[in-house]
Each structure stands twice: as structure tokens, then as C-alpha cells.
């Protein structure tokens, strides 16, 4: 597979969404990384990603991943992306 809809990556974020509500944080991880493997092989810029890699975070920081957590946020700080994205980041 050569390109993934952005639609498979959008469910996969959803699908990382609920698991880091019900507190499973290694399928959190899981489906944050999925998302944000399947935005690439749709060449969705990095700033569409922000919410995967937030959820990545997030899942890496309640599975004690502290340092791989401020790698994954430092990455969020350094993408560019467009004025009214930045503020809100």
C-alpha cells in the first residue's frame, strides 16, 4: 500500500482517543502511532498530526515514557505550521 486515505488515520486517532479514556494507554500509543504512520503515507503535512502526537504524548506520559513524551511535544513545538495553530499550541 502506496497511499492510505487521511480517513484511516482520522479513525485511528479517534480509536486513540477512546482507549486513553477507558485507560488503555499501550493500545492509546499504539493507535497515536498508527495515525500518525497512515497521515504519512497520505502526505498530510506534520501540523495535521498535532492531535496524533498529542495523544502519543499523552499515552507515553501515563506509561511513565517521560523523556520519549518531551521528545514526541518538542517535535509538536518545532513543526511549522500555520499563526492560529501556533498560538493555540
Given amino acids: 500500500m502506496t497511499e492510505a486515505p487521511l480517513w ?3 479513525a485511528a486517532d ?4 477512546a482507549a486513553l479514556i477507558d485507560g488503555d494507554l499501550h493500545r492509546a500509543l499504539h493507535q497515536a502511532r498508527q495515525a500518525c504512520a497512515l497521515a504519512d503515507l497520505a502526505g498530510a503535512p506534520g501540523c495535521y498530526t ?3 502526537r498529542t495523544n502519543e504524548a499523552y499515552a507515553l506520559m501515563g506509561l511513565g515514557a517521560w523523556g520519549e513524551a518531551i521528545t514526541a511535544l518538542t517535535g509538536i513545538g518545532a513543526e511549522p505550521m500555520p499563526p492560529h495553530l501556533r498560538e493555540r499550541v
Fill in 8 to 10: 484511516h488515520a482520522d
Fill in 14 to 17: 479517534i480509536a486513540a482517543r
Fill in 50 to 52: 498535532l492531535t496524533y
